[in-house]
Every structure is written in structure tokens, then in C-alpha cells.
């Protein structure tokens, strides 16, 4: 009875946790080179495809999946980030923003 128990609060802090460590985020539409702009100067790993382009980091300046845009050709990019953030642009869904100290 314990293990059935303890399954059904880790699937259930699962169920309510899971969305707070990654958000998809609707950004506006953006071309190959500012994408590959945007990834450089956040020291990602760009890439493009037949359906679209993208990047990806660590969200600490290394090539990474943490820290994602999605563009699919001529339609608005996706960033996927990890935390309650809010980007409204590649550059801040790209990197965590500055501690404050």
C-alpha cells in the first residue's frame, strides 16, 4: 500500500510541477539571419531545416536544449525556456537574465 502510495504523489507533483519548469512561448516572426544573429551573440547552436530554423542553449551561453527557438517558415517562432519566464524576444529566451545582487 505504501508503493502505491508514494507513486500517486510523485505522478501527482509531477502532474502540478511539470509545467513550471518549461513554458512555450508564442514570440513574433523572425528571419534565418536574426535567429542566427540572435544565437550567435547568445552562444547557441543554430541550425535549419526544410520546415523552419532554430537554436538552442544551455541558457548560460553554451550550445545546449535548455533554452530553445523554433520558427517554422513564414509563420511565428516558439521559445521554449525553462522557469516561470516571459520572453518577448530571442535574446531573452535565449539566457537567463543577470542576477541581481
Not at 29 to 45: E, I, P, R
Not at 76 to 97: E, Y
Amino acid at each position: 500500500m505504501r508503493n502505491v502510495t508514494a507513486a500517486l504523489i510523485v505522478v501527482g507533483m509531477l502532474g502540478c510541477c511539470g509545467s513550471a519548469l518549461a513554458n512555450d512561448i508564442t514570440l513574433p516572426k523572425y528571419s534565418a539571419d536574426q535567429v542566427k544573429d540572435a544565437c550567435t551573440k547568445a552562444g547557441g547552436s543554430f541550425s535549419q531545416y526544410a520546415e523552419g530554423y532554430g537554436c538552442g542553449t544551455d541558457c548560460h551561453g553554451k550550445p545546449g536544449t535548455d533554452c530553445t527557438v523554433d520558427c517554422k517558415t513564414g509563420q511565428r517562432c516558439t521559445a521554449q525556456v525553462i522557469g516561470g519566464r516571459r520572453p518577448r524576444d530571442i535574446a531573452s529566451a535565449l539566457q537567463l537574465p543577470a542576477r541581481k545582487h
